[in-house]
């Protein structure tokens, strides 16, 4: 089937007042109706699109066409197109995110693409996401995790004034860098185990080292990787997660993490909690 963009009620699609339109781009697309039918590959043919063009509007471009022709548009995850929220989620070409280091695929422009280009267009692939529609995966076994301990204990009433808690600058780096994780699932699905290292790590990490964490420090990182180990593969450090990362979340969490869980194991978890 060929679709055409250039709907003429998408700006994206129009002549770009700069920059230059990309033609004849082939989608190869996973399409799959639920999550138990079968899937397969379809493709679809973009005759001009302007390279100043997001990628994800380059889908919608796509799904107004396949929509205005009476065909189920395709289905894909997307929320703030901002690299905030984690919702964006492709594995392009087999890169989760596409070709641009340090870019969620909301982040992603056709700029990156030549014309002639064929792009294939996948969910991501680990067990633990099972795909609900189309592009669209269940990522709640992050939730779990979450759940299971990515969270402090903090008294009830006002809010404490800032700097109240002096914090070593070097410290509240680390642990933003850690923060930065915005639960994407690109870790997961870049690495050939499924493991979910480097998101559980981060999310362990970004408490683990302010003050207010270490109350639940120990116990806090038992329960995490645990629940974690329950859906997802084991770690090998192939180290393809923090290339995936959109924000750049180096691998050294992880270390941090299996760190503590070790301690966590070998020691009394209460008195640790204690100290
Ligand atoms: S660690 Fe990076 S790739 Fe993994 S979920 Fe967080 S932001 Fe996404
Ligand atoms: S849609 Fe929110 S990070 Fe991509």
């Not at 996948?122 to 592009?135: G, M, Q, S, V």
């Not at 639940?216 to 770690?235: D, I, K, L, P, Q």
């Not at 959109?246 to 100290?275: C, E, H, Q, T, W």
Request: with cysteine.
């Amino acid at each position: 089937m060929t679709v055409i963009d250039h709907h003429p009620e998408m700006p994206v699609g129009a002549p770009a007042a700069h920059g230059k339109h990309l033609t004849n781009i082939t989608l190869t697309i996973w399409r799959q109706s639920g999550p138990d039918a079968p899937g397969k590959f379809e493709s679809y043919t973009i005759d001009s699109i302007s390279d100043e063009a997001s990628f994800l509007e380059m889908l919608d471009v796509l799904n107004e066409k396949l929509i205005g022709e009476n065909l189920e548009a395709v289905t894909f995850d997307h929320d703030c197109r901002e690299g905030i929220c984690g919702t964006c989620s492709l594995m392009i070409d087999g890169q989760a995110h596409g070709p641009q280091k340090g870019t969620a695929t909301c982040q992603l422009h056709m700029r990156k693409f030549e014309s002639n280009a064929t792009i294939v267009i996948e969910p991501w692939r680990a067990t633990a996401f099972p795909i609900i529609k189309d592009l669209m995966v269940d990522r709640s076994a992050f939730d779990r995790i979450i759940e299971s301990g990515g969270y402090i204990t903090a008294p009830t009433g006002g809010a404490p004034d800032a700097n109240l808690i002096p914090i070593a600058k070097p410290v509240s780096d680390a642990a933003m860098d850690s923060a930065a994780c915005i639960g994407c699932g690109a870790c997961v699905a870049a690495c050939p185990n499924g493991a979910a290292n480097l998101f559980t790590a981060a999310k362990v990490s970004h408490l683990n080292l302010l003050p207010q964490g270490q109350a639940e420090r120990y116990s806090r990182t038992e329960a995490m990787v645990e629940t974690m180990e329950e859906y997802f593969g084991s770690c090998t450090n192939h180290g393809e997660c923090e290339s995936a990362c959109p924000k750049g979340i180096s691998i050294d969490v992880i270390a941090l993490m299996n760190k503590d869980y070790f301690k966590s194991k070998i020691k009394n978890r209460r008195n640790l909690d204690r100290n």
